[in-house]
């Protein structure tokens, strides 16, 4: 059977131009790197400032005088309370309690929210969306709009020349911006640990803008392999491997993203998809079966996803649900789940590599200290 | 000196049949990108042609590394286990992985020569 023709982003000539090696990710043809290689990507990244195409990701609007109060019925997280100009991340629930994505929403305005989903949940995301609250929203895509990430100590430097005043930008807000002529919205977000934006761009435009930004002297092309080992660095959950539909959020280790005002006592406590089940996990954690750790092999060896994790009596007790050899830390670093009771730091676990013992150690995430402008 | 090339993309240098050299191949490298971690066989550990003898693994990925003939490993490169980006930047000299003593010679003419290697990379 033959394969799906993959989809293009508009910056699918660019890679091409850049020697990108393609890969299939999402539905999409993407680069996962490019020559410089994954390890120079992402010390670049860190160093200074790298660009990524991540048009792949679904992007959308919801409009409308309840949009707000619609949103939380799919979300455990205050979408009302959050100020205009501001930024959240959030996560849409099934019934069961269980993580169907997660995302990032910005209010733009007190009744408009731009919403941008990972790229291999869109489809189902948007239907999903739709299906139970488009008769109070307007509920609008944005097929048409590309999506670049600039990250790295230095993108503020590479990019206020170009956009003037994205610098003024704090981390999680946001604003619309023109560049020459093409309007441009802004969030100072992202997905690597680092500073950085996140910037939607008219497709028709998007090449340009990289062009610029590339230009700069401080960016260079970050493919989806280093991104992928950015995100592992800063402790970042990747949707499919180490949160899905059969995660809560209590169990995910993400109660953070779920306010005080949607808990029990809060103004507006429950009432999101799962609300009775995750409310009684968070208020008594002795109900959790696993918790999502950070953990640290004391071997130089990579433990990598799907990996079993077992106890000092040789019994399996967990799974490493992402994992690699952290290019900054140079040291395997990996995500994964544990029964509470080992999932205190600085507890020992043995990771079975090819048949061999490999110990590991719960660690505190992110593995590195983030480098947000939290102005 | 001959060079034969396996379609599992591993090179073996036969000049001395007593101490083979076995590497992965320039081509082998670049597919994985940064090598961070090798797992090296055993020496005196016998192995059969096709046998997984190792593991060489990118930031991205792990991937087995095959024995291109049957042998007894007789050395391991301990300088690539302490330093695996030796596989990148000399995956045909430096960054060799093990050395075998050949079960049989003549196993060697199921390989690839390096035209027909390359050939085989492209295809």
């Not at chain 1, 790229?119 to 299906?131: L, Y």
């Not at chain 1, 790295?152 to 023109?178: C, D, I, K, N, Q």
């Not at chain 1, 490999?358 to 939290?374: C, D, G, K, Q, S």
């Not at chain 2, 670049?30 to 090598?35: N, P, Q, R, S």
Request: overall charge negative; proline content about 6%.
């Amino acid at each position: 059977m033959s394969e799906p023709a993959l989809l293009t982003t508009p910056l699918a000539a660019l890679h091409h131009e850049l020697g990108a090696r393609m890969v299939p990710f999402a539905g999409y043809s993407m680069p996962v790197q490019y020559p410089a290689g994954l390890m120079a990507e992402h010390l670049h990244t860190r160093a200074h400032a790298g660009l990524f195409d991540v048009s792949h990701m679904g992007q959308l609007m919801v409009r409308g005088a309840g949009a707000a109060a619609a949103l939380e019925t799919l979300m455990p997280v205050d979408v009302q309370g959050l100020a205009v100009g501001r930024q959240r991340y959030g996560l849409l629930l099934n019934d069961a309690g269980g993580i169907i994505d997660d995302l990032m929403f910005f209010r733009q305005e007190e009744n408009a929210f731009f919403i941008i989903v990972n790229g291999a949940c869109k489809v189902g995301d948007i239907a999903h969306i739709r299906e139970r609250i488009a008769a109070r929203c307007n509920i609008e895509t944005m097929p048409d709009h590309g999506l670049l990430a600039l990250q790295g100590p230095e993108a503020v430097a590479a990019l206020e020349p170009l956009v003037p005043g994205v610098a003024r930008l704090v981390f999680m807000s946001g604003a619309h911006f023109t560049w020459q002529g093409t309007p441009l919205f802004i969030t100072r977000s992202g997905y690597t640990g680092e500073d950085g934006f996140e910037i939607s761009v008219p497709g028709n435009k998007a090449e340009a803008l990289a062009r610029a930004l590339l230009a700069q002297p401080q960016v260079q092309p970050i493919g989806l392999g280093a991104r992928n080992s950015l995100r592992l660095e800063a402790g970042l959950c990747l949707y499919g491997n180490d949160i899905d539909a059969t995660t809560t959020p209590p169990e995910a280790a993400l109660n953070w993203a779920i306010q005080k005002a949607r808990r029990t006592g809060g103004e507006r406590a429950g009432g999101f998809p799962g609300a009775e089940k995750i409310l009684a996990q968070i208020t008594n954690p002795a109900l959790l079966e696993r918790k999502r750790v950070g953990l640290v092999a004391l071997e130089r060896v990579p433990v990598r996803e799907h990996t079993g994790l077992y106890g000092e009596n040789g019994e399996k007790v967990g799974v490493v649900t992402s994992g690699l050899l952290a290019p900054t830390l140079d040291k395997p670093i990996a995500l994964g789940y544990l029964p509470p009771a080992l999932a205190a730091v600085g507890t020992r676990v043995n990771a079975m590599v090819r048949g061999k013992p490999v110990p590991m150690e719960v660690a505190a995430t992110p593995f590195l200290p983030p480098n947000y402008h939290r102005g | 000196m001959t060079i034969h090339f396996s379609k599992d993309h591993e090179w073996v240098d036969a000049s001395n049949a007593a101490a083979a050299i076995v590497g992965i191949t320039t081509h082998a490298q670049d597919a994985l990108g940064d090598v961070v971690f090798v797992d090296l066989p055993e020496v005196g550990k016998t192995y059969a042609a096709g046998d997984v003898a190792g593991v060489v693994e990118s930031v991205k990925a792990a991937s087995d590394v095959y024995m291109p003939v049957s042998g007894e490993i007789v050395e391991v490169n301990e300088a690539l286990r302490a330093n695996p980006s030796l596989a990148n930047s000399d995956p045909m000299g430096a960054g060799w992985f093990f050395k075998l003593k050949l079960s049989d010679a003549s196993e060697l003419g199921g390989l690839m020569n390096e035209a027909a290697y390359t050939d085989f990379t492209k295809a």
